[in-house]
Every structure is written in structure tokens, then in C-alpha cells.
């Protein structure tokens, strides 16, 4: 069974950082796009970065400069770094990912969500 487990939220400050990670396990070929999304409590859930398998990386206009967002392909890991961090930053974050299986259909899956609260 293939799944995504989150780690890494937390409570922070204003203007502080923090580093989210998802790992993929299971029975993979390969992982393409890696993505991070969040939800914050009465909106709906909004893409924040993702990347691709070659490295190409996409953020919404609300965080660029102040996240980063990696992976590590032999992990099969992707990571959002979130520096400058701002009360509306506030939000469950969810990991995605697409994955190969080399004898079954693609799997577009979801992490369990991990809770970023920016608050002094």
C-alpha cells in the first residue's frame, strides 16, 4: 500500500520559519509531481508549491520568497521550507503526490495533513 506521511507542523511566531517534510513509501516506481496545499479554516484548500521529478518548481503568488519547496528523489521525500511566516499563513497543510506503479494504474494520493499555526 502506498502512502504519504507528513511531519513538521507546529505552532510558530510571526516572521518565524519552519520546515515541512512528506515521504512517500510503498510499492513505487516512480513519483512525479510533489506538491504542497493548504486549507485554512473556512476557505477552500489552495495549492501553495509544487515540483516536478526534473526539479521545476511552481508557488502561488502568497508565498513566493518566503517558501522553498525541494524533494529528495531517492527518498521519495518532498519538503517545504516557510520562512517569514504570517498569521494567514495559518492552515492545515496536506502533501500530494502523483505515483508510478510499474504494474498498476498512477496514484494520486494525499498526506493526513499537518496543522501550521502562526500565532504570538
Known amino acids: 500500500q502506498v502512502q504519504l506521511v507528513e511531519s513538521g507542523g507546529g505552532l510558530v511566531q510571526p516572521g518565524g520559519s519552519l520546515k515541512l517534510s512528506c515521504a512517500a513509501s510503498?510499492?513505487?516506481?516512480?513519483?512525479?509531481?510533489m506538491a504542497w496545499y493548504r486549507q485554512a479554516p473556512g476557505k477552500e484548500r489552495e495549492l501553495v508549491a509544487s515540483?516536478?521529478?526534473?526539479?521545476?518548481?511552481n508557488y502561488a503568488d502568497s508565498v513566493k520568497g518566503r517558501f522553498t519547496i525541494s524533494r529528495d528523489n531517492a527518498k521519495n521525500t518532498v519538503y517545504v521550507e516557510m520562512s517569514s511566516l504570517k498569521p494567514e499563513d495559518t492552515a492545515v497543510y496536506y502533501c500530494?503526490?502523483?505515483?508510478?506503479?510499474?504494474?498498476?494504474?498512477?496514484?494520486?494520493?494525499w498526506g493526513q495533513g499537518t496543522l501550521v499555526t502562526v500565532s504570538s
Open positions: 500530494y503526490a502523483k505515483i508510478v506503479q510499474r504494474f498498476s494504474r498512477d496514484l494520486r494520493l
Open positions: 510503498g510499492s513505487i516506481f516512480r513519483v512525479d509531481v
Open positions: 515540483i516536478t521529478s526534473g526539479g521545476t518548481t
